[in-house]
C-alpha cells in the first residue's frame, strides 16, 4: 500500500497528492509518469509526476477530476492509501538524457496551461537545480484555476501569468504571450516546451513552427491504460505510428498530427467509435483495453 501524506485542493476540482512510494522517487525523472490504483476495482489512472524527493521517499502528483475514479480519488484523504502506485513509466524528457553541456547553452521556454502546470513543474525545477534560468508562461481560463504559483515563480528565471478573462496576469492567451516575447521584447528561445490542453499545444505548435521555434509537446491528455495495451494513445508523429504511453509522453510537437489525435480521442470514447478504429486500423490497432474483444 502506498499511503497518502498530505492532500490539498489548488482549485475547484483540482487536487495535489504527497504519496509516499520510495521506490518510485528514487528514480523517477521529470516527464515521466506513474500509474495509481485504489483498490481491487479501481481502474488504473496514469498521471504524470509534478515533484519527488529522493530523501523522504515521496512522489507529488496533481490531478483533475474528469469522472467517477477521480471524484473517488479526490475524496481520499492523509492516512489513506492507493493499493498501487507504478511507475516512473513513459520516456523522461529529452534534455535528461542528452549531453548537459549542450543542455546548458540553450535558452528554454517553458509553456504551460491549466494541469498541465503540474508536469512542467518538475522540469522547470530541474533546470535550476542545475543553474538554468528558464521563462515561463503559465496560463489558465480564470484565476480561481491557477495552480502552483507560488511555486513555480521560485524555480522560474522569468514567470509571466496570463488568464484568459484577464482576472489574473495578463488577459489573453499563452500564444500572444510567446509571440509578444519573441517579436516585440527580442527574446531569442532554442527550445519550447508546452504541455498543456491539446487545443493549446495544437495553437502553440502553430505559432512556434512560424517562429522557427522547436518545440517538445507531452501527450499525456490522451493516455488511458498507460502501458501500451489499449492503443488509446495512438498518434501519428511524421506520419510514423507512436504511442504516448510507451513512446512519449513528450514528442516534437511540429511532427504531432493533432487533429488527428483528437479526433480520435473523441471517437474512442464510445463503443461504436472503437469498432470503426478497429476496422480502420486492422492489425495496428491495439485491443489490450478489453473493448475491442
Not at 547553452?105 to 502546470?117: P, S
Amino acid at each position: 500500500m502506498y499511503r497518502i501524506l498530505r492532500t490539498e485542493k489548488l482549485a475547484e476540482k483540482i487536487f495535489l497528492m504527497e504519496v509516499e512510494a520510495p521506490r518510485v522517487a528514487k528514480s523517477c525523472q521529470p516527464g515521466e509518469f506513474i500509474i495509481v490504483k485504489m483498490d481491487d476495482k479501481g481502474e488504473r489512472i496514469p498521471l504524470t509526476i509534478c515533484d519527488y524527493n529522493r530523501e523522504a521517499g515521496t512522489v507529488t502528483i496533481v490531478f483533475q477530476i474528469v469522472g467517477a475514479s477521480t471524484q473517488r480519488m479526490a475524496e481520499l484523504k492523509a492516512g489513506e492509501a492507493f493499493q498501487d502506485f507504478v511507475g516512473p513509466l513513459g520516456q523522461p524528457s529529452e534534455f535528461v538524457k542528452e549531453d548537459f553541456q549542450k543542455v546548458k547553452a540553450r535558452k528554454y521556454l517553458f509553456v504551460a496551461g491549466g494541469v498541465g502546470t503540474a508536469p512542467v513543474y518538475p522540469q522547470v525545477k530541474w533546470m535550476r537545480e542545475h543553474g538554468m534560468d528558464v521563462d515561463v508562461i503559465v496560463g489558465a481560463k480564470t484565476k480561481d484555476l491557477l495552480i502552483l504559483e507560488e511555486e513555480m515563480k521560485a524555480m522560474a528565471g522569468n514567470l509571466y501569468i496570463t488568464t484568459d478573462d484577464g482576472s489574473y496576469g495578463r488577459k489573453g492567451m499563452v500564444t500572444e504571450v510567446i509571440r509578444d516575447l519573441v517579436e516585440n521584447q527580442g527574446q531569442r528561445y532554442d527550445i519550447c516546451v508546452a504541455i498543456g490542453p491539446m487545443i493549446m499545444m495544437k495553437f502553440v505548435c502553430l505559432l512556434t513552427k512560424e517562429l522557427g521555434l522547436p518545440t517538445i509537446v507531452s501527450m499525456n491528455p490522451v493516455m488511458v491504460d498507460g502501458t501500451g495495451m489499449c492503443g488509446a494513445c495512438r498518434l501519428s508523429v511524421g506520419g510514423e505510428v507512436k504511442f504516448a504511453c510507451v513512446d512519449g509522453p513528450e514528442f516534437d510537437g511540429h511532427l504531432v498530427d493533432f487533429d488527428e489525435a483528437m479526433k480520435r480521442q473523441q471517437i474512442y470514447k464510445t463503443e461504436e467509435g472503437r469498432a470503426m478504429l478497429r476496422l480502420a486500423e486492422g492489425e495496428t490497432h491495439h485491443g489490450g483495453c478489453g473493448h475491442c474483444s
